[in-house]
């Protein structure tokens, strides 16, 4: 069963917790490494998609947009012999692997939940179907391209402006912070779902799929 968004943010706030208590950071506010860390992760995301890349005969994601790829070391196979059948260990005897684009996407999205589970802005992160079909209609303003450069100036924009506005919050009932991330991540979800047409359903599981392998780095020390 696909995970819900709702889900995805407890088990985000359940590792950022087991994050801090294993590295003795109880009392520390994180925002700006956590900001920092998104940012960096947008731009590697961005690197994967290579579609800003106007120098290069390869402005295409290196594997396509296809969420599963065929698994490069085992090709495809599963297994492999060596004198005997050895299952491959890539990818579990299963063939495929999550595409690179569609992991460095879901790293961005661990940090976005990070943050607002920080602030306690689950609301925040649901964004209508209307709203995505709509953008789907119109396109991303930019293209792809574009869209990165205007979720990363929400995201410093929710950084730098700190300061309050009260006919904001009294109007929309968000502060005008929580409105500049939202916008960030509605912005990086459009990316995903329209210009990389990933579904809900597979960023959710890859999205798993990399927490539980976050879980294990903790325990074997990364």
Same mark, same amino acid.
Do not use: Q
């Given at each position: 069963m696909t995970l819900t968004l709702e889900e995805m943010y407890n088990m985000q706030k359940e590792l950022d917790a087991k994050i801090v208590a294993e590295k003795g950071l109880e009392g520390q506010d994180l925002l700006y490494k956590r900001t920092l860390a998104l940012q960096v992760e947008l731009a590697e995301c961005a690197n994967e998609y290579r579609g800003f890349k106007f120098w290069s005969d390869r402005s295409e994601p290196k594997h396509g947009?296809?969420?599963l790829i065929e698994c490069p070391k085992c090709s495809g196979k599963g297994f492999w012999f060596s004198g005997e059948r050895v299952i491959c260990g890539r990818c579990n005897e299963k063939g495929k692997i999550t595409n690179p684009l569609l992991e460095e996407f879901v790293d961005c999205v661990h940090f976005f939940l990070s943050i607002a589970g920080q602030y306690g802005w689950l609301d925040a992160l649901y964004i209508s179907e209307d709203a995505i079909e709509e953008t789907r209609d119109e396109?991303?303003?930019?293209?792809? =391209?574009?869209?990165?450069? $205007?979720?990363?100036?929400?995201?410093?924009? %929710?950084?730098? $402006?700190?300061?309050?506005? $009260? @006919?904001?919050?009294? @109007?929309?009932? +968000? =502060? @005008?912070?929580?409105?500049? %991330? +939202?916008?960030?991540?509605?912005v990086f979800l459009a990316i995903g779902l329209v210009g990389f047409n990933f579904t809900f359903e597979q960023i959710a599981d890859a999205y798993a799929a990399k927490n539980k392998v976050n879980h294990e780095r903790q325990v074997n020390g990364y």
């Open positions: 947009y296809d969420a396109g991303l303003d930019g293209e792809v =391209t574009g869209a990165f450069l $205007e979720s990363m100036y929400w995201l410093m924009k %929710f950084h730098m $402006e700190r300061d309050r506005d $009260e @006919k904001i919050e009294e @109007k929309l009932g +968000r =502060t @005008k912070r929580e409105i500049c %991330f +939202r916008n960030a991540w509605y």
